[in-house]
């Protein structure tokens, strides 16, 4: 498809009002406020104020979510399991393992978020072991450590798509290959890709499919989901659940556990509403926006990025070839505190991670606002650590 990335800011910008005021580079965070997602919060109140709120209706609203979050992913609707957030996904599918028949290991990248590793951990209490998959020191995985480390007792592999530390991307089809020729099961957490880089959840043979709508889609905080591949949501079952999990929701029987046939047995409790509103509003709008197209936009300003950090000799903590990372670019900082405070009183928005600056563009930023960054880095040199 032939996109035209020069005129995607322009399109769009003039809906994230932010960008009166400042150059928001830190999607990787939480996604700009759109008008959209104002007026979906601004119609939740008007929907409470008109409806009171039956539950029948958070129903629909939900299903609504559910929609949206299957058409993103080009997954079935009963693929999908919507939940408050990626912890409360892993933590339902965790619950559904039993770590029995031999089959008690759990392989965690070491490009995990803490969430992923803390869940994996706590199932070493319910008689899992856990090993992880250490980085190299360029910032990758390569697939031989992997290997070395799947075998026929594990029972699950964690992965993460784009790593909020780094930015590196890890590649999920050949880790899921590696681990079902094993017999182990695949859990990706895409939080840092979705919305970022086209994803169909079939395509990358994950079993398990976690994200939330707060950053790359633009939406807020509270709304998770979670993608099961069909042929297992009816083979495990959690014992992490509640009353939106069960077969008939409005059956309100408290004598069995009778969990839906779907994913949404990996629900749990009231729908986080207002988040649903805003969260539909987001993935609508980057939908809209076009994700494909905003790949190949935020790969052309990483380039630009990358090639003005090389020529300032700064140290960049995230891989340099296009394929092996996403929209996120991080820099050694020396005192990172300082550099990302230096970088807002330039009026530019950034955050970092352990001593790395995050840099992370989506579809609304221009070559301008990298020329910004740059610039600020440039007059804030000695904050950066350089090779
Ligand atoms: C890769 C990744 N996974 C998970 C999370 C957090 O997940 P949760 O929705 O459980 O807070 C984040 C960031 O907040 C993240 O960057």
Known sequence: MAVSTATLPARIRHRFPI???RVYINSCSQG??????REAYGRYLADWDEHGAPWEYWVEQLEGARRSVAGLLNAAEDEVAITTSVSAGVSAIASALRFQNGRDKVVVSDFEFPTIGQIWHAQERRGARVVHVPAEPGATI???????????QTAL?????????NGSRIDVKGV???AHGRGALVFLDAY??????????RALDCDFLAAGALKYLLGSAGLGFLYCRHELAEKIEPTATGWFADRDIFEMDIHDYSPAASARRFEAGTPPIPAIYAGIAGIELMREIGIEETEAHVRELNGQLIAGLDELGARVATPHAPENRGALVCVASTDVERLVGALAEGGVVT????DNLRISAHCYNT???????LDLLARNRSLLRLD
Do not use: K
């Not at 700009?32 to 997602?37: F, H, I, R, T, Y």
């Not at 592999?157 to 530390?165: D, E, I, K, L």
């Open 192 to 201: 840092q890709a979705v919305g970022s880089i086209p994803i169909e959840a």
């Open 367 to 373: 070559a301008e606002d990298v020329s910004t960054v």
């Open 19 to 21: 960008f009166d005021r």
């Open 176 to 178: 899921a290959e590696l």
């Open 142 to 152: 390569p697939l031989e450590r992997f290997e070395a480390a799947i075998d026929e």
């Open 157 to 165: 592999v964690a992965v993460t798509h784009v790593c909020f530390r």
């Open 32 to 37: 700009a406020l759109s008008d959209a997602v």
């Open 351 to 354: 955050s970092s991670r352990d």
